[in-house]
């Protein structure tokens, strides 16, 4: 009979010393904290927020719409 990957996982841990131990659970909490970003949709999606038109001209005025992000940068922080 074959092993499960689950069995073969805890053979696997019944063969390390007990010192190892709290390093793979570091690691098997690292993977679950890993898999839930991926599984749950938009876990990690950034907030959306929304402005009314009437401000998006004053927004506009923050940063020139040349491109130059380096340069915008520069005058926000001169500002």
């Known amino acids: 009979?074959?092993?499960s990957v689950k069995e073969k996982v805890v053979?696997?841990?019944n063969e390390l010393p007990a010192a190892?131990?709290?390093e793979v659970l570091r690691f098997v909490q690292f993977i679950k904290s890993q898999t839930?970003?991926?599984t749950s949709p938009g876990?990690?999606?950034p907030a959306l927020v929304t402005v009314p038109p009437t401000q998006v001209a004053a927004?506009?005025?923050l940063v020139d719409l040349s491109g130059d992000a380096l340069v915008d940068t520069e005058r926000l922080?001169?500002?």
């Open 77 to 79: 922080y001169a500002e």
């Open 59 to 61: 927004l506009s005025e």
């Open 43 to 45: 876990a990690n999606a």
């Open 11 to 13: 053979a696997e841990l």
């Open 1 to 3: 009979m074959t092993m």
């Open 36 to 38: 839930v970003h991926v």
């Open 20 to 22: 190892l131990l709290p």
